[in-house]
């Protein structure tokens, strides 16, 4: 499927962690402007420090697929730690921003095992200054999070990105 959202848990059924259920409009995503998302996952372990998350990104350019390098914590990155950047994010003992604090989602590690729901909610995506290569066309993502070397969850995504 060329352009359009899609997604799909690569993470074969033995990963802990798996995404349920995720949708996400308009289509394509747009920005600056408004983004709903719905998501489900569920977790048969408590996820904690350090979680490394590897991401692959992938750009369509004609028929081709390129791989775009990391550049400023942007493209196929390897964090080595997710948790350290949800701290500086957000700091500990301070409220997880909303809509999480509604829903009860932790954005804090540790993640504890169990099933996490987010019904349709509208996140803000702001006019952020992105460099050229990162603007309009498809998309291919995939984000593996693992921790002492054992995979937890893996998420494959695939969407469209138009600026405005």
Same mark, same amino acid.
């Given at each position: 499927q060329v352009g359009g959202f899609a997604w799909e848990d690569c993470g074969d059924g033995? *990963? +802990?962690v798996v995404l349920q259920s995720l949708s996400v409009a308009p289509d394509p995503i747009t920005i600056p402007g408004s983004l709903r998302v719905s998501?489900?996952?569920s977790s048969r372990k408590t996820m904690a420090s350090p979680l490394k998350a590897v991401l692959v990104v992938e750009k369509a350019l004609g028929d081709l697929?390129? !791989? @775009?390098?990391?550049?400023? !914590? @942007? $493209?196929?990155? &390897?964090y080595s730690d997710v948790? &350290?950047?949800l701290d500086n994010l957000i700091p500990p003992g301070t409220p997880c921003p909303e +809509? @999480? =604090?509604t829903y009860g989602i932790p954005c804090h590690c540790p #993640?504890?095992? $169990?099933s996490y729901s /987010? +019904?349709?909610? *509208? #996140?803000? /995506? +702001? *006019?952020?200054? =992105?460099p050229a290569w990162m603007t309009n066309g498809n998309y291919r993502v995939r984000v593996a999070i693992s921790s002492g070397g054992e995979e937890l969850a893996c998420v494959k995504l695939a #969407?469209? @990105? !138009?600026? =405005?």
């Open positions: 033995r *990963d +802990p998501a489900a996952a697929w390129i !791989q @775009l390098p990391c550049i400023d !914590q @942007l $493209g196929s990155c &390897t948790c &350290t950047i +809509p @999480l =604090l #993640f504890k095992a $169990g /987010l +019904p349709a909610s *509208d #996140f803000v /995506l +702001p *006019d952020v200054e =992105l #969407f469209s @990105l !138009q600026s =405005l």
